[in-house]
């Protein structure tokens, strides 16, 4: 930021301007002295010249500033300025004249000093005047820039320049040159004139005063005019300040484009409303087309749509329907008029019209204009709201007028409407798009969460091998695995599904979780285990959710494991002694179909030995059910089949050949749907 | 997809599952159930001849009907599962609770037992 000298410039040029003034005074005080005393003052006619000049420039440069600091001031305020410096020195003027009028011929009315004081008093304040109105024209005629004019500015400005300094060669008399360069300067002012787009910008009452402003100004101007003639035409004066080419050019250029300004705001006044029309239908287009703040809502933009649909159409009533689907209300949706009218309006407008079926995309966006035979109102505009293919609302304007909606209205408003519809349509997509994001985010952290209930390290002893896999259908599934170790001779194995799959099957599956490692502290067998856990859950699942099990509990030692199954898929058993694979068959209820203590008759368990060189595989239905293009499921016998093709490999190659079978059989186009869950145990 | 469809016959309703029900269609099920409840039905069969395949979303929503039908005193029976579908209801253990029958005959007469 370049800061401004701290000057106060505009002060100094004020005093320096004073000063040279007084100088002025002086110089001619001295004059008239020598004058009357019949002594050569010694004091040329150039002094005087240059003093003027300066005076001029002083002044220029203290209103200059002043215009400076009030660039963003409006017209009114800049332009009844000039109106009280030109009342302050016409009413000066006037009364000098009236001071003289008064002293008539008396001793003090003839004393040549203090006409003199007057005569410079009243140079100053005219000068001053007109250097700020043409500074006020310059302000005004460059409101709207563009090349040309500020061309055609600067050479008026160089011209005055000239003409300021002009003095030195004409020496102030009226000959030829003097009215040529008048001429000259006064064709400029002409051409300058027409730069008045500052005018319509103004509204009715503003338009008023700045006739009255323009009025008073040129009043004033003229009043300033005479005096300086008159004073001109004394002869009592040594040096005629006034009869100056800058002085009078001013006068020509103010009074000149002042009277254009005047006739122009006059001729305006009739058309002045249409101007403020179209402004304010701007303003409103713009309202329609912003975002719409979160404070805000569809109702406020529709509020906003209804009143410029009004405005715009010089509408006397109106009302807004909106769509029984929406979910807001309209809270003032009558506007002039109540509701038995409307109603009677209402059935006067075609059927089509009552359905929210938008009959065709291309008719629905237009307005359309309807004659109706009321008592009181003669023509109706309707316009429909399209929102994301459904018809949001209807709009009815009404006027007392025939045929009251121009093509120029139903333009404006048709422009009204679908920007309306636009915002709307973004509020709506905006809150999905953040809804979505949210939702996102959710079951990312889900994932997290769910993560790290699956554990990450099998108990087991040295005794058997095993691994297992999980894979969600979604970011957050239901299948659950787990082990724990009792003691150095006793470990249970788990693996759980929940109904479904989502985010509400891994809550179950976080509440399943709990629900063993808490349960199975107590050192209780597998069937009584499903009992207890059967009871717990009851009281957390949803109305529609269970949850499917499969537990053993290994003993070691005595090389045999416990198993009990609520509703879980068989686990396969590969015997090494027969080379041979077969699904553990036992009865048992899924857990949460009976929430009651009878659950315990419908489950059971069964110890089993084992040999080395067995293999347990725990699975979950989403293996059993992934399908093909075809339909046909993967099904028991494909593991069966894999289990004994490959029960010498370690439990993770064996892992791995199940799923990378799974995998190939679905293929590209077929369907895992489910989340899927394996649990591969080799004994040694 | 699934498609439902309702007929009664005498004193029975019966509903005829015709496609595959899973977790975006089972509220469908669960809809069309409440409302043959509502209706005070005292006798529901589930025609299963054209359903191939359903999830745990849709066995879930059977499942939660079973408290009603006991204390409502209303009979339900499911007849015409293909063997998948009957596995799948029998290692859940559902099968012990819901009556599954072959065929429609044979569950009609279920009515006639006493």
Same mark, same amino acid.
């Given at each position: 930021m370049i800061k401004k000298s701290a000057l106060p410039l505009g002060r100094i040029s004020l005093f320096l301007a004073i000063l040279v003034w007084l100088a002025l005074l002086l110089v001619d005080l001295v004059r008239i002295f020598g004058m009357i005393n019949n002594l050569d003052s010694g004091v040329s006619e150039e002094v005087t010249w240059i003093l003027e000049i300066l005076f001029f420039i002083f002044i220029y440069l203290v209103y200059r500033r002043i215009f400076w600091k009030n660039k963003q001031s409006d017209f009114l305020t800049l332009i009844w300025r000039g109106v009280s410096t030109g009342l302050f020195a016409a009413s000066a003027g006037l009364l000098t004249e009236v001071i003289y009028l008064a002293l008539g011929e008396s001793k003090i009315g003839t004393d040549p000093f203090l006409r003199n004081v007057f005569y410079h008093i009243n140079f100053a304040l005219t000068s001053a005047f007109l250097i700020f109105i043409t500074l006020l024209w310059k302000h005004l005629i460059l409101y709207q820039k563009n090349k040309q004019v500020v061309n055609q500015w600067q050479v008026f400005e160089i011209s005055l320049l000239g003409a300021l300094f002009f003095v030195f060669f004409n020496? $102030? $008399? %009226?000959d030829y040159s003097f009215l040529f360069g008048l001429t000259i300067l006064l064709v400029i002012s002409i051409l300058l004139? /027409? $730069? %008045?787009?500052?005018? =319509?910008?103004? $509204?009715f009452k503003e338009k008023w005063k700045t006739l009255l402003f323009l009025f008073l100004i040129m009043g004033c101007t003229v009043v300033l005019f005479y005096r300086v003639l008159d004073s001109g035409n004394e002869g009592n004066l040594q040096i005629n300040l006034t009869d100056n080419l800058f002085l009078l050019a001013l006068f020509g250029f103010v009074f000149v484009y002042g009277l254009f300004s005047f006739l122009v705001t006059l001729f305006n006044l009739p058309t002045s409303s249409v101007f403020e029309q179209k402004l304010t239908e701007a303003i409103n287009f713009q309202k329609l087309s912003q975002s719409i703040q979160p404070e805000e809502s569809e109702e406020q933009v529709l509020d906003i749509l209804l009143d410029s649909c009004i405005s715009a159409s010089f509408s006397d009533a109106a009302w807004i329907e909106l769509n =029984?689907?929406?979910s807001f209300q309209v809270k003032n949706p009558l506007r002039f008029l109540d509701e038995s009218i409307k109603t009677e309006i209402r059935s006067l407008l075609p059927k089509e019209t009552q359905s929210w079926v938008p009959a065709s995309m291309t008719e629905a966006h237009q307005a359309q204009s309807i004659r109706i035979a009321h008592a009181n109102y003669k023509s109706a505009l309707m316009v429909h709201l399209l929102v994301n293919k459904s018809l949001l609302a209807r709009i009815v304007l009404i006027k007392e007028v025939k045929e009251g909606f121009n093509k120029e209205m139903i333009g404006i408003i048709g422009t009204f409407a679908r920007q309306a519809c636009i915002s709307v349509e973004n509020h709506r997509l905006l809150n999905q798009a953040i809804e979505n994001e949210r939702y996102q985010e959710e079951l990312k952290i889900a994932q997290r969460v769910q993560k790290a209930l699956l554990p990450l390290k099998l108990d087991h002893p040295a005794s058997f091998d095993i691994c297992a896999y999980s894979n969600t259908a979604?970011? /957050?599934?239901g299948d659950y695995y787990d082990t724990y170790q009792v003691n150095e001779t006793h470990f249970v194995l788990i693996m759980g599904d929940v109904s479904g799959k989502g985010t509400s099957a891994a809550f179950h599956m976080a509440q399943m979780k709990g629900v063993f490692q808490s349960l199975i502290q107590l050192g209780i067998h597998p069937a009584e285990f499903m009992n207890k856990a059967n009871g717990a859950l009851s009281k957390c699942l949803e109305r529609n959710h269970f949850i499917t099990a499969s537990i053993f509990e290994i003993d070691t030692i005595n090389k045999s494991f416990c198993h009990a199954r609520a509703g879980h898929i068989p686990t396969l058993w590969y015997k090494a002694a027969e080379k041979a694979a077969d699904f553990i068959s036992i009865e048992g209820l899924g857990l949460g179909i009976v929430r009651n203590p009878s659950y315990k008759n419908h489950v059971q368990e069964e110890t089993f030995e084992y040999r080395s060189g067995d293999i347990l595989v725990l699975l979950t239905d989403g293996i059993l059910e992934g399908r093909k293009e075809t339909g046909e499921q993967f099904g028991y016998d494909r593991i069966k089949i894999i289990v004994e093709e490959n029960h010498q490999k370690s439990p993770i190659q064996l892992q791995q050949e199940i799923i990378d079978a799974l995998h190939q059989f679905v293929g590209g186009d077929g369907m895992i749907d489910d989340d899927y869950s394996l649990m591969v145990v080799k004994f040694k | 997809m699934l498609q439902l469809e309702r007929t009664k016959e005498g004193n029975k309703d019966i509903l005829r599952l015709i496609g595959e029900v899973d977790a975006s269609n089972s509220v469908l099920l669960d809809q069309s159930m409440q409302e043959i409840l509502q209706q005070g039905a005292t006798f529901l069969l589930i025609d299963g001849n054209q359903l191939g395949y359903i999830s745990s979303a849709g066995l879930g929503v059977f499942m939660s009907y079973l408290d009603d039908f006991s204390e409502q005193g209303i009979q339900f029976a499911i007849f015409g599962l293909n063997e998948q579908v009957t596995e799948v209801f029998k290692i859940l253990g559902l099968d012990r609770l819901i009556q599954i029958v072959p065929d429609k005959s044979t569950a009609i007469t279920l009515g006639n037992e006493p």
């Open positions: 020496h $102030n $008399n %009226l004139a /027409v $730069n %008045l787009k500052w005018i =319509p910008y103004l $509204n =029984p689907k929406e979604d970011e /957050v599934g | -």
